[in-house]
């Protein structure tokens, strides 16, 4: 192959290929295994750059010698007789064309930067798979539809309304474009037409970055091929204008076919938007809130709380909802994460008491014993006190990172309704650290909106009074759009609390 049909080659093979799933690491929702990626990538740059260095330093070489060799041989070739007949010529010549030239085709058949290509051939088995991309793009497409960002805004950066320091290439908005054929042929469209409007303003960087007219082809018919007739003529038309001849008859009868097609498309829109779910108008902040119904100091039992009041605000009245204001030193969240971080793994959907992995969430977790060190043993006190129930047989701590595009769909806390065993009669979830968009909780079915806010805790009941359980309690943890979460969760048993449920008959609004 010509090295430009090499260089096309490669371009045709992302432009056409499709992958199959394989397996998962969940890279783009957590944020170890991408910060792993920044570094892979430094790495890369930097390898590549040492290999060109060192094809430099060859270069300079030959490039030093040729002409001192040139000119000799100029010299010879004037006056040929003259030259062989001279004694210490001939000598020379017979040398170098003995020993000389043999050494220059070693060194021209030594190939340069092998340590580089090396660590690239290693380093390609820590590559994100296909899986791994396949995740990237739906919860591209989730924080799409969840945020109802446009895909313009998004391939810009920005981010509802706020703009980053990021954007999407040609290359990027073709993919998700392509995985999204299948699930909204319209929104695909709007994709490629993010793809048609970048290659108007850039041109691509990748090994092929010098073949613009061919590059422009091959995305005008790799689209074509999806039956996108008029993105596909736009394109189309930009590499015409790089046409070195634009009246060839190929060409020109190419365009006239593709453009008789677009004539007859029949343009998909986006799939009718369906209306936001409760769930979707939490996580964009659009409920009707009212402010907290009191904020107040608790001080009253335990002598604790009297040293040292918290700040709580009511939510809710029923089902009692509350967060506690600033019950966690960062000095305590930093202590905490550090004894889960090794221990994060792609964390479990409890359901029904049975592990099953689910895309309902996209996170890692851990459990860490409340005994563990005297901070975990700080932190237990902390909470019976706060929350006056007793936390005797209630689960560990449960430790979570959420990345980008990590959520946890509304769900309830509670095992089923037919559980006779001890269930989750309250929940006390802490925010590790603050979210810069997106994570909030959300409670559908009350209207609220709980923003991640290091230090905080946020408190309910999942149960009645009568120990039934409470189905207003459905909530939710919304898509990460920038940043990611740290959250832990304390959920109380009933058992335990079988008094205090019977004391809170008489006294409702205790907490
Ligand atoms: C390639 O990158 C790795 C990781 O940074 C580094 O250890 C190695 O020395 C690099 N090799 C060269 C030849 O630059
Ligand atoms: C979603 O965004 C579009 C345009 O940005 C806007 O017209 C539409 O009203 C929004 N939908 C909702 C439910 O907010
Ligand atoms: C362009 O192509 C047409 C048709 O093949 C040919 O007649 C014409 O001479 C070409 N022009 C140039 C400048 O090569
Ligand atoms: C934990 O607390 C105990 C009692 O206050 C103390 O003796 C011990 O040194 C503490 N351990 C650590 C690791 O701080
Ligand atoms: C418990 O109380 C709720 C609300 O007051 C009621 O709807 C439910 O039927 C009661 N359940 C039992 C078992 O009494």
């Known amino acids: 192959m010509k090295s430009t049909d090499w260089k096309l080659f490669y371009i045709a093979i992302i432009l056409l290929t499709n992958g199959t799933a394989a397996s998962q690491k969940a890279v783009f929702t957590s944020l170890e295994e991408m910060v792993r990626l920044v570094q892979l990538e430094a790495d890369f740059i930097e390898n590549l750059s040492s290999y060109a260095d060192e094809l430099e330093a060859k270069l300079k070489k030959l490039k030093r010698v040729i002409p001192q060799m040139q000119s000799r041989s100029n010299e010879a070739l004037h006056q040929v007789e003259n030259y062989i007949s001279n004694p210490i010529n001939a000598f020379s010549l017979l040398r170098r064309m003995h020993e000389d030239w043999q050494e220059w085709n070693v060194f021209m058949e030594t190939s340069v930067g092998q340590s580089q290509v090396k660590f690239f051939n290693k380093a390609r088995q820590e590559l994100p798979t296909t899986a791994d991309l396949y995740e990237a793009y739906s919860s591209m497409y989730r924080l799409q539809k969840a945020y109802n960002l446009t895909v313009k805004d998004m391939s810009r950066g920005i981010l509802n309304g706020k703009q980053y320091d990021a954007s999407l290439n040609a290359l990027d908005t073709y993919a998700i474009g392509k995985y999204l054929i299948k699930v909204d042929r319209g929104v695909a469209g709007e994709w ?24 422009l082809h091959l995305f005008a018919q790799a689209i074509l091929d999806y039956k996108y007739y008029s993105i596909a003529l736009t394109i189309f038309d930009q590499a015409l204008l790089l046409a070195s001849n634009s009246t060839d008859p190929a060409l020109l009868s190419k365009r006239s076919t593709i453009e008789e097609l677009s004539r007859r498309e029949v343009k998909e829109k986006p799939k009718a938007k369906s209306k936001p779910t409760d769930f979707e108008i939490g996580c964009r902040g659009q409920y009707v809130q009212q402010s907290g119904l009191m904020c107040t100091y608790k001080s009253k039992s335990p002598a604790f709380l009297r040293l040292a009041p918290i700040k709580m605000e009511v939510l809710v009245l029923d089902p009692l909802v509350v967060i506690f204001h600033d019950v966690l030193s960062s000095r ?54 706060m929350v006056d129930l007793n936390l005797e047989g209630s689960e560990p701590f449960y430790v979570i ?3 980008i595009g990590g959520q946890y769909k509304a769900h309830w806390d509670f095992f089923g309704a037919d559980t006779v065993e001890d269930n989750r009669l309250a929940t006390v979830l802490f925010y590790m650290n603050d979210v810069e968009q997106g994570g909030a909780t959300v409670f559908p079915r009350l209207g609220q ?19 039934t359980v409470d189905d207003r309690t459905l909530h939710g943890g919304c898509p990460i759009l920038v940043g990611s979460k740290w959250i832990f969760t304390q959920w109380i048993s009933d058992l335990p609390n079988m008094f205090h449920r019977l004391c809170r008959k008489q006294e409702p609004n205790a907490v």
Do not use: C
């Not at 490629?192 to 061919?214: A, C, M, N, V, Y």
């Not at 090794?342 to 459990?367: C, D, F």
């Not at 290091?454 to 309910?460: D, E, K, M, S």
């Open 192 to 215: 490629f037409t993010e793809t048609s409007e970048w290659l108007k303003q850039h041109t691509l960087q990748t090994p092929i970055g010098d073949e613009r007219e061919k590059v």
């Open 401 to 403: 990172n959420y990345g």
């Open 449 to 467: 909106t709980v923003r991640a806010k290091r230090g905080n805790a946020l408190f309910w009941y999942n149960m009645q009074h009568n120990g």
């Open 332 to 385: 305590e969240i930093d202590g905490l994460q550090e004894i889960a971080r090794p221990h994060l793994e792609r964390s479990m959907v409890v359901k029904y008491r049975a592990n099953v992995q689910g895309k309902h969430r996209i996170s890692a977790g851990t459990w860490v014993e409340r005994k563990y060190n005297n901070l975990t043993w700080r932190i237990e006190r902390r909470i019976a006190d």
